[in-house]
């Protein structure tokens, strides 16, 4: 059974600061995704990565995948308070089309 | 382009009650599935289903949960006699190919159902 794991759990940091969250995963998978959640709100897409090694940007934030590491990192460059919300990491089992979501982390940027 | 659209936003039902959950996918999907989420944790899945068929339902509990996608018509989860614990948000995904491909699931903006 693939199991997805997050951390940390819950992240408050300072406006202008930097942080990394981390996803792993327990099996095989290059399809991983990354999503944010305000409280009460649906699911906005932030990354698919497709491949090993690849690695995305858009604005504050950059995600990438290391597939043999099964490893995602979600990097926070110099936080506003905009971004706070729930980020959830995703990963695709394949031929099972389904995803596997992490516990998530739930971030505050304080200012 | 209207997204993916469920309804209603909110639900109330008494223990015992039927729930009905609609799904319409993006336009130009045929995948549709359906997640839930309860408070503070990430979504687990139930269900993924193309146009009248069932692929995969090992998310579902065994009893009073049903799903369907019929050739016309939404994508419907249908939870019988509901009871305390299924109050929780459910959520519905669509996706143009099996397994997301390049551009992923597009969730909707989900149905919070809430038994008294």
């Known amino acids: 059974e693939l199991k997805v794991e997050q951390n940390p759990l819950f992240l408050s940091m300072q406006e202008g600061k930097n942080y990394t969250i981390y996803c792993n995963y327990s099996t095989t998978s290059d399809r991983l995704y990354w999503y944010r959640q305000d409280p009460g709100k649906s699911l906005e897409s932030l990354f698919v990565l497709l491949s090993n090694g690849a690695v995305k940007q858009e604005g504050r934030l950059m995600a990438s995948l290391d597939t043999k590491a099964r490893l995602s990192t979600l990097h926070i460059t110099a936080a506003v308070h905009d971004l706070s919300a729930t980020y959830f990491c995703?990963?695709?089992?394949?031929?099972?089309?389904?995803?596997?979501f992490g516990t998530g982390t739930r971030l505050q940027v304080t200012l | 382009n209207a997204g993916v659209m469920q309804n209603p936003r909110h639900l109330v039902r008494r223990r015992g009650q039927e729930a009905r959950l609609r799904c319409s996918p993006m336009k130009g999907h045929s995948h549709v599935y359906w997640y839930r989420q309860l408070p503070e944790e990430g979504l687990k899945f139930m269900v993924y289903l193309q146009k009248e068929n069932i692929i995969d339902e090992s998310g579902m509990p065994k009893e009073r949960f049903s799903a369907e996608f019929p050739k016309e018509g939404p994508s419907i989860l249908r939870i019988q006699q509901v009871v305390r614990g299924d109050s929780a948000a459910y959520f519905c995904?669509?996706?143009?190919?099996?397994?997301?491909?390049?551009?992923?699931?597009?969730f909707g903006s989900g149905t919070r159902l809430t038994v008294v």
């Open positions: 995703a990963v695709d089992s394949g031929t099972a089309s389904k995803l596997t």
């Open positions: 995904a669509s996706s143009p190919l099996q397994s997301g491909g390049r551009g992923g699931y597009t």
